[in-house]
Structures are given as structure tokens and as C-alpha cells.
């Protein structure tokens, strides 16, 4: 058990060490599935922090369509704001990886059911990312899971999705 212990200390020290160049800035898309069905995209924008940190916020709408194809309706909207912390670290020159936590809160409408209101959620976000501009390109492309646990809302509980993302840097 010490030697396992050992082992990941030393692991997060390495990581902290090697850390990403964070671009000042970066805003596209992110666009991706969730869980219980839903699926959404997000307007997302991104302000570096020195060298390895950096703050995203994301403008998202979700919804879940059960029988949309049957019936043509959607049966749960959601409009939400998303902000999630990164720590950024290089794995090898333009290859990144990230995690951080984050929070949410957003307005739904369950259109079944006839219910709606205001939803909070608490989790995180870890992901990679490969950073373009290595090749003169302004561009981020990345992957990454953002599992939520809500507190208020339609989907009270854990959940999540992931998700793929492409953004434009200045």
C-alpha cells in the first residue's frame, strides 16, 4: 500500500511539473451526448491563466427526444451555463490532457410531464486535447467526459456525457 501511494504522489508531482502552454484565449463549439438519452451542444469560451490553468465557460442547450422519431417531439429541453476550472498538462509537444472541477445551473422543460424549473449540478470535467498551433493552425481539438452530480432539477443524481470540441485561439 505505501509503495502504491508513493507511486501516485510522485505521479501527480511529475504531472504538475510538466505542464501545458495555455493559450490566452480559445472560443468554438462543443458538442456531444449525455446521459439518459439527452443530447446537446455548447457555445465554449476559455481564458488561459499563466502557463497551465485556465477557466472554461460553456453556453449549452440539451434536450432528450425518448420517441422522436415517432413522434416528432422533443420531451425535455435545457438551456444551461456551465463553468469548469482546468489544470492543463502537456503529454507530449501540442498533446494535452486536462481536468478540473466545475459547476452548472440551467432551466428545463419537461414537456411529458409538464414540469419545469431551475437545475444545480456539482462535478468535474477531464479530457485531452490536441493544440494545433504547434502547426501554425489556430485551433484546439479535444474529448473529454464531464460528470455532474445534480442537486435541483429534473435529473436529480449523478450524471454526465462526454463530448467533442473544437475552438478557434487568440
Do not use: C
Amino acid at each position: 500500500m505505501t509503495k502504491q501511494l508513493l507511486f501516485f504522489f510522485s505521479s501527480v508531482f511529475f504531472f504538475t511539473l510538466v505542464s501545458a502552454q495555455v493559450n490566452p484565449n480559445a472560443i468554438g463549439l462543443r458538442s456531444g451526448g449525455g446521459y439518459n438519452g439527452s443530447f446537446g451542444g455548447e457555445i465554449s469560451y476559455q481564458k488561459g491563466f499563466g502557463s497551465a490553468n485556465r477557466l472554461e465557460i460553456d453556453f449549452g442547450w440539451t434536450n432528450r427526444r425518448d420517441d422522436f422519431w415517432k413522434n416528432k417531439t422533443w420531451r425535455y429541453n435545457q438551456f444551461a451555463v456551465s463553468g469548469i476550472y482546468h489544470w492543463v498538462f502537456n503529454l507530449t509537444e501540442g498533446l494535452n490532457w486536462f481536468i478540473g472541477p466545475g459547476a452548472q445551473i440551467g432551466f428545463f422543460d419537461d414537456y411529458y410531464n409538464e414540469n419545469s424549473g431551475i437545475s444545480l449540478a456539482l462535478g468535474g470535467q477531464i479530457g485531452i486535447e490536441y493544440d494545433f498551433n504547434k502547426h501554425g493552425v489556430p485551433l484546439l481539438f479535444g474529448f473529454d467526459a464531464r460528470p455532474m452530480l445534480d442537486f435541483v432539477g429534473y435529473y436529480s443524481g449523478f450524471g454526465g456525457g462526454a463530448a467533442a470540441s473544437l475552438r478557434y485561439t487568440f
